[in-house]
């Protein structure tokens, strides 16, 4: 009995094929609009999270005052004991690397000028082997851990300072006791991040020549790089147990930028999805209005022959979903096309703000995106077709017949 009702209302769309084709369109686009700006939307959540996991690690092992408030002195809130504090969080499954990371302000001169420098020392085979190619490295090479001395500049600070590769610089910074210490580096290569900003400022050497530098055998933090995203939270629970003197943050706990961009986007792909939806139910609405006013008659006579308001009124809504959901598969399709070819022929996206580096133009194609706007433009066709008809089909068949 469904499927006669379904036939009925797919052969009642083709009585007026050229609105039946205007609903279709509008609603196709619509679909499409919302899949492309939902795909772009998951695109740049995934790319954030996972700059911002393989930049600090998907988690941050350190003392509770290290995120809590600002050291004294270099290192104040340090970790110690760091080897055998490696030894315990790689024994955990999940975890792939463990990373130690030495955090310090200070000054850094050419001779004639000075400028401030925000410093990072690290285990640069380790680092680069994990993180992959996360700078970009515009002269000279990337540090190697079996030399010393040597320390890569962003590329504002190396055009501040005149800097090249090979370039001899000094770095001043305050020791763990408060004295201030300095010691003679090589430039070893000039990187830019892509934010030009922290390229004016940042800094990276050897953890050895670092906790020289401010005289430590510490470190700030360590990051924890495990096999998968999706290990982040279970990993997380077993090493805030296994370690309950230490605090265990999340890549998220210090994703700023991430946590901003979401949000932004999370409105502004809200109001388009919202808006094109009221779009989709208005044009449906009216191409079911002056369906149902041409066959007010019609109706009249099959209420005269017994057939029930419900009867009828489940017909339009079942016309509502033939259109919605032909609109929508075909919206669909659209947006699979689009997606596809941006990974055949890309599309570079101009740098956002506060950045330097364009990226390309992707549109993550999520089956669960695709099902939830597929149901929801269906449903809401469904429910616009059936609010329109709800009146004619209750009107008396007497005034439903001499309806002119």
Request: no cysteine.
């Amino acid at each position: 009995m469904s499927s006669q009702w379904l036939k009925f209302a797919w052969l009642n769309t083709l009585r007026n094929r050229r609105r039946s084709a205007v609903t279709v369109g509008i609603a196709s686009l619509g679909t499409a609009a919302i899949l492309l700006a939902g795909g772009f939307a998951l695109f740049t959540y995934q790319g954030l999270a996972q700059i911002s996991a393989r930049t600090t690690g998907h988690l941050i092992v350190g003392k509770p005052a290290q995120f809590q408030r600002d050291e004294d002195t270099p290192l104040q809130n340090g970790l110690d004991d760091v080897a055998a504090l490696r030894a315990r969080l790689l024994a955990d499954p999940d975890v792939r690397q463990v990373l130690p990371r030495v955090e310090f302000s200070g000054l850094i001169s050419n001779g004639d000028k000075s400028t401030v420098m925000l410093a990072a020392g690290i285990d640069p085979d380790a680092e680069f082997a994990v993180k992959g190619p996360f700078l970009k490295v515009a002269e000279g090479e990337v540090l190697q851990s079996s030399e010393r001395g040597k320390v890569m500049l962003g590329a504002g600070l190396a055009r501040s300072l005149k800097a090249t590769p090979g370039t001899s610089l000094t770095l001043l910074a305050s020791t763990t006791e408060g004295a201030l210490n300095a010691l003679d580096v090589t430039v070893q290569g000039v990187f830019s991040t892509g934010i030009p900003d922290v390229d004016k400022r940042l800094v990276y050497l050897d953890l050895a020549t670092a906790q020289k530098l401010i005289v430590t055998q510490r470190v700030s933090t360590l990051g924890v790089f495990l096999r998968s995203m999706e290990a982040t939270h279970p990993a997380r629970e077993r090493i805030a147990a296994a370690l309950p003197q230490l605090a265990v943050q999340t890549w998220l706990d210090q994703a700023a930028f991430y946590t901003s961009v979401k949000e932004l986007y999370n409105r502004i792909f809200g109001a388009l999805g919202l808006i094109i939806g009221v779009i989709v139910v208005f044009v449906v609405t009216n191409a079911m209005a002056m369906a149902i006013i041409e066959r007010t008659r019609e109706i009249g006579t099959l209420r005269a022959m017994g057939t029930l308001p419900g009867q009828l009124t489940r017909s339009f809504a079942l016309e509502g979903m033939v259109l919605g959901g032909a609109g929508s598969l075909l919206g669909a399709g659209v947006a699979l096309v689009v997606s596809v070819a941006l990974l055949m022929f890309p599309v570079e996206m101009p740098p956002p703000p506060g950045r330097s580096n364009g990226y390309p133009l992707q549109i993550v194609m999520d089956p669960t995106l695709y099902i939830a706007t597929l149901l929801a433009m269906v449903a809401l066709s469904m429910l616009a077709s059936a609010w329109v008809a709800r009146r004619t089909v209750t009107k008396p068949i007497v005034d439903a017949l001499a309806h002119v």
